[in-house]
Each structure stands twice: as C-alpha cells, then as structure tokens.
C-alpha cells in the first residue's frame, strides 16, 4: 500500500523526498567516515573544488575550497587518540531540485593524544547542490552556544 501512496503523490513531492532522502545518506556517509577517521569518505561529501566555503567555529574559523577543509578534517581527525565517535541528532532537510539544506546537531567524544576526554556538541548547517546526480555540500557553517557572560563557548550545550 506504501508503495501505491507514493505513486499517487505530485511529482514534486516525490522528488523532494528523494532529494531529502539522498541528502540524508549524504551526511550518514559523512558520520561513517567520521567514526572510520577515513578523510576521503568524508570529503566525497563535498564539493571537490575551490568553490567549498565552510564557516568553523574554531580557528581558522573559515576555510575556501576543498583542499583547505581536507587539510582541516585531518588536523580534526589527528587530535584523537585511537577511535573517536561522531553521532548526529535532529537532523532536519529541505531539498527543491538542486539545491537544499539541513541542520543538525552533531556530536563528538574520544580521547585526545594527551589523554583528555573530548565531548562536543556543535550545530551544524549546511547547504548541498546537485550536481548531475549526486548532492554534494557546498557551504558549511558550524556553531557553538556563546554564554554571553563569560564570553565562552558552551561545547556541552543541549537543545
């Protein structure tokens, strides 16, 4: 019957749920690769040219074009010592034939090479294209709370 209600949807709310579908395994290839600490699986998320634009909330704090966010995921991945965890919750995605967007909550825990526990909570937007068949991240921005008191991150904060 599933299948008989998706025929019966207009052909633009069938492609917008693919679309968003596809996004979806778009960024759970990038979570994989995350936990894999594998940068070509998670850079197969993004666009392969110069025209990536990522917003960090860490320094260098802006990074243009893929090479540069490669180099950074390395430095990122390098900090942990042996596994490290990314999970992500709330994920939210809108897609309208070629171009779309998500939101999420991505979360990291591992231990850094001094030992250190690491837990961080960051939000994450991102804007894809569609480029032939595939949809790839074309712009990232990447947040933490700011307690305006003490002018610091919150790296813990929950929804």
Known sequence: MLAVAHCLLPTT??????????????????????????????MTAY????????????????????????????????????????????????????????HTIFHTSGTDTKDKPVDLTMRVTDVYRKIGDTWRIVHEHISFPVDLDTGKPDLSSRP
């Open 13 to 42: 709310a069938r492609t917008a749920s693919t679309d968003e579908g596809q996004i979806r395994g778009v960024y759970e290839k990038l979570i994989s690769g995350c936990n894999a600490k594998d940068v070509g699986t998670i």
């Open 47 to 102: 666009v392969a040219d110069e025209s990536l634009l990522v917003f960090d909330a860490l320094p260098l704090r802006q990074y243009v074009g893929a090479k540069a966010y490669r180099k950074d995921w390395e430095e990122f991945l390098a900090f942990f010592k042996g596994t490290v965890k990314c999970e992500f919750s709330e994920l939210s995605v809108v897609a309208d034939k070629m171009l779309g967007y998500s």
